[in-house]
């Protein structure tokens, strides 16, 4: 089963799921404000992806947000986990758990069209 991490009313995670529908590829939608990912997760999530960097969404409005002293903060991984936890709406969308176990973070309809082939 494919699991999309993500918040609802984003328009990038609106898009990937419509496209899965659109696909006919069934998922399983987890809500960051309803079910936060626990660091363990993240953890998970960073060193499939080759860094905690690939969650950190900076174009964002949450990011825009921080002071100074929290983005300084999620320079360093360890840093950037705790924040990442901490504000949860900071991690990229959707995160996506493949049935392979492969983790991809954003939304590319060309990259998930060959995954699933």
Request: charged share 30%; with cysteine; proline share 7%.
């Amino acid at each position: 089963m494919i699991r999309v991490h993500g918040i609802p009313n984003c328009d990038t995670v609106k898009r990937a799921r419509t496209w899965l529908n659109g696909q006919d590829r069934p998922h399983e939608f987890i809500d960051f404000k309803k079910s936060p990912p626990e660091e363990a997760l993240l953890r998970r999530w960073s060193e499939a992806l080759g860094s905690v960097d690939v969650l950190v969404n900076r174009r964002g409005t949450t990011w825009r947000q921080l002071d100074d002293a929290q983005r300084a903060g999620a320079d360093a991984a360890e840093g950037a986990l705790a924040l990442l936890q901490l504000k949860p709406s900071l991690i990229k969308r959707p995160v996506v758990e493949w049935p392979d176990g492969r983790v991809t973070a954003g939304f590319d309809p060309a990259a998930w069209q060959e995954r699933l082939g």
